[in-house]
C-alpha cells in the first residue's frame, strides 16, 4: 500500500502512519482490530500481536507524560506512556533488567549519564525517579527524532535495539487517545 493508501487506512494520524511505516520497514503488517477480524495493511495475512492491554494512567501522572511530551514539541506523550508500560508497567515490575538497565524507564548507566534530566526539579537526577526517568527518555527520544513523524520508529529504536518492541510501543501509543 502506498503512503496516501496507509495514511487513509489510518485516519491520517500520525502516530498510526508512523507505526504503520514503522511495520511496513520491518516487513510485519500492523494488525488493526480483534483477534477474530484482524487486518493488515500491507495487503497479506499476519499473526496479529497480542499486546497486553494497557494499565490505566496512574494517577496524578498524566500531566507527567504530557509534561515530557511538552519538552519535546511533535512528540506524543502516548509514547512515553507506552514506552513506560512496556518497559516495567510503570515501574510496577522490578526496576533492573538482566542487560542491567535501571528504573522505570529501563536505563542502562551510560545512556543514563548521557541523557539524565530533573524531571522533577528537585536539583538531582536519580534514575529511580519517574519524573527524572520520564523528562530523560523524552530527551533521549527528542535527541533522535522522537519529535518528527517520519523519525519516530528509529527514535524509538535507538532507545531499545529491537524493531519488535518498536512494533509494540507503537501499536500500544496508536492505542491510547490522544486528548
Known amino acids: 500500500m502506498g503512503g496516501r493508501g496507509r495514511a487513509a487506512f489510518f485516519g491520517a494520524d500520525p502516530r498510526r502512519v508512523a507505526a504503520g511505516m514503522a511495520c511496513t520497514i520491518l516487513g510485519i503488517g500492523l494488525v488493526v482490530g480483534t483477534r477474530a477480524h484482524a487486518r493488515s495493511f500491507v495487503g497479506h495475512p499476519v499473526r496479529p500481536v497480542v499486546l497486553a492491554s494497557a494499565t490505566p494512567v496512574p494517577p496524578g501522572s498524566l500531566a507527567l507524560y504530557q509534561a515530557g511530551a511538552a519538552s519535546c514539541p511533535g512528540l506524543s506523550w502516548t509514547v512515553l506512556f507506552a514506552i513506560s508500560e512496556v518497559e516495567t508497567r510503570h515501574g510496577t515490575f522490578g526496576t533492573t533488567s538482566p542487560a542491567g538497565a535501571v528504573g522505570p524507564m529501563q536505563f542502562l548507566p551510560a545512556t543514563w549519564k548521557a541523557y539524565a534530566t530533573d524531571g522533577d526539579g528537585d536539583g538531582r537526577v536519580d534514575i529511580d ?7 530523560t527518555a ?8 522522537g519529535g518528527i513523524p517520519s523519525q519516530l520508529a528509529t527514535a524509538i529504536w535507538s532507545y531499545n535495539h529491537s524493531w519488535q518492541y518498536v512494533a509494540r510501543v507503537l501499536s500500544l501509543s496508536a492505542a491510547l487517545p490522544s486528548g
Not at 129 to 135: A, K, L, R
Not at 138 to 145: P, S, V
Open 129 to 135: 525517579n519517574q519524573p527524572d526517568s520520564v523528562m
Open 138 to 145: 523524552a530527551r533521549m527520544l527528542c535527541a533522535n527524532g
